[in-house]
């Protein structure tokens, strides 16, 4: 079992700051010091006597006594710690070749080097959080954006285990409710009672939706919106880009044929991360470079989550970008150089207009773009937990089940098959929160955990 081992790892950034954190945990964490952990207070000669949760001065001792590092360690006794083992934290000198050092010294000490995600792995084990808190922090780790750290914030603090966990124990009512007749195989469900399950089953199909809502929002927050500009040489996409980012990333110039190669940067657009990838203007073209540049604009545009079409609306009509080629859900028309006049042909067409040269419009844009990823404030703001693929992949599978086993309740099958289905979807509901997975399961998702995680 992994849990024997003592591990250890760096928790802060490699080579960066002032101070490192290093992680010992395990059930060996103080033994194995000896006495090579030193403290400078002469009362505390084991490191199992350090007062628990207080900083304690020491010195790390190689073999032959040298000073390894002068640290500030705290130990945290099992079950009260971040693990739920026993954990000795070293705040050693930060700098590459210290921590190095330390680690080193640590592993001749017997203390093996953690996998990425070990210590919130064994945390999980050890009961101190459910698998959606685990995942919270790796999200929180990662986050772009104040709306990508509050969801994380929420979720670690146990929003969606809870939500799910609700819904596994309605389950459980429902499955007993249902399996209190397999004893009785004379006695059928009498159609009053048939239809008092089919109304629970309903309920908890609606708390399954109602999570499954939220899995596109999950994902914006999580990975942000891939956004594609796209439109017709000239139109402004690379002015676009600049306007959205605020400084000048991407050349602009009156060529047509200036951007070639895509070039990608992530703004925040009132709280939501937008992945903006500027293309090649679409056009028919000799130059066999530009042709490149075009096909990429084509792959980006089967990708995007959402197409942002930019035309020069002082211009007659004329839209480069098949409709038809476009398979994002979200797809806003975008008339620039609103500030050279607008071509009478464009006056009944619907779309945001702006002026990228004079910074116009721009601010109004970005509603509209919150608005169609439906993520506004009132929208989204009052329940910012939202799923990730995992969860979404449980969920769907939970409902397939309960579909089931609302069809057999209403065809009047046997209450053992109902009772199969509902305890199918009880254990998907159960995954979300990390119940029954196996090791399998669980070594892929800590494996994806940065490493002193
Ligand atoms: N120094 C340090 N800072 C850190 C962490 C850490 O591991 N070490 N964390 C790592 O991510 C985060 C804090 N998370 C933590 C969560 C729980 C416990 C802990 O000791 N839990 C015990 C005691 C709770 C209590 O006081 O009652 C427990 O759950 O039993 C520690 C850190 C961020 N900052
Ligand atoms: N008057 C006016 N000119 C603009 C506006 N936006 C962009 N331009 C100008 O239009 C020209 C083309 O702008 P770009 O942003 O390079 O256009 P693009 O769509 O990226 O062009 P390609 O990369 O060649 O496909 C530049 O001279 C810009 O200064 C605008 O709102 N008003
Ligand atoms: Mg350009």
């Not at 809870?162 to 195989?185: C, G, K, M, W």
């Amino acid at each position: 079992m992994m849990n024997s081992d003592t591990i250890a790892a760096l928790a802060s950034a490699p080579g960066m700051g002032a101070v490192a954190l290093v992680r010992v945990s395990g059930p060996d964490a103080f033994t194995l010091f000896g006495d090579s952990l030193k403290a400078v207070p002469k009362s505390l000669s084991a490191v199992a006597d350090y007062p628990d949760r207080q900083a304690v001065l020491a010195r790390l001792l190689d073999a032959d006594g040298e000073i390894v590092d002068e640290v500030l360690a705290t130990c945290f006794h099992g079950p009260r710690s971040f693990t739920g083992e026993d954990v000795v934290e070293l705040a050693c000198h930060g700098g590459v070749l210290v921590t190095r050092r330390v680690l080193e010294r640590l592993h001749e000490l017997g203390i093996r080097a953690a996998s990425p995600g070990e210590f919130s792995h064994r945390a999980f084990l050890n009961g101190k959080m459910d698998l959606t808190q685990a995942e919270a922090i790796m999200d929180l780790i990662s986050a772009q954006t104040e709306l990508g750290v509050r969801a994380a914030h929420e979720q670690l603090q146990g929003k969606l285990g809870n939500q799910s966990e609700q819904i596994r124990t309605r389950l459980i009512e429902l499955t007993a409710h249902v399996e209190a007749y397999i004893d009785f195989p004379d006695e059928d469900i009498d159609p009053e009672t048939g239809d008092e399950l089919v109304n629970k089953v309903d309920v908890i199909l609606a708390g399954i939706d109602k999570m499954l809502a939220s899995s596109e929002q999950g994902r914006i927050i999580r990975e942000g919106v891939r956004t594609v500009i796209a439109g017709e040489p000239n139109a402004g996409k690379s002015s676009l880009l600049n306007c959205l980012l605020g400084y000048e990333r991407a050349i602009v110039s009156d060529l047509a044929g200036t951007t070639r190669d895509t070039v990608e940067e992530v703004v925040n657009v009132q709280g939501i991360p937008l992945r903006l990838v500027d293309t090649a203007g679409m056009r028919e073209t000799e130059d066999v470079i530009e042709q490149q540049g075009v096909e990429r604009a084509k792959m980006q545009l089967q990708q995007a989550d959402l197409v942002l079409e930019v035309v020069d609306v002082s211009k007659p009509h004329h839209r480069a970008v098949d409709a038809a080629s476009v398979q994002a859900r979200h797809h806003i028309l975008i008339l620039n150089k609103s500030d050279l006049g607008e071509d009478s042909s464009w006056a009944e067409v619907e779309g945001v207009r702006i002026s990228c040269k004079q910074d116009h419009g721009v601010d109004e844009l970005g509603n509209v773009i919150i608005n169609e990823l439906s993520m506004g404030e009132g929208e989204w703001g009052g329940h910012a937990v939202a799923i990730n693929a995992r969860h979404q992949d449980c969920l769907k599978r939970a409902r397939v089940s309960m579909l089931a086993g609302r069809e057999a309740l209403v065809d009047g099958v046997s209450s053992e098959f109902i009772s199969m289905d509902l305890r199918d979807a009880m254990d998907s509901i159960g995954e979300i929160a990390g119940r029954i997975d196996t090791d399998d399961v669980l070594d892929q998702i800590f494996s994806t955990f940065c490493l002193g995680k």
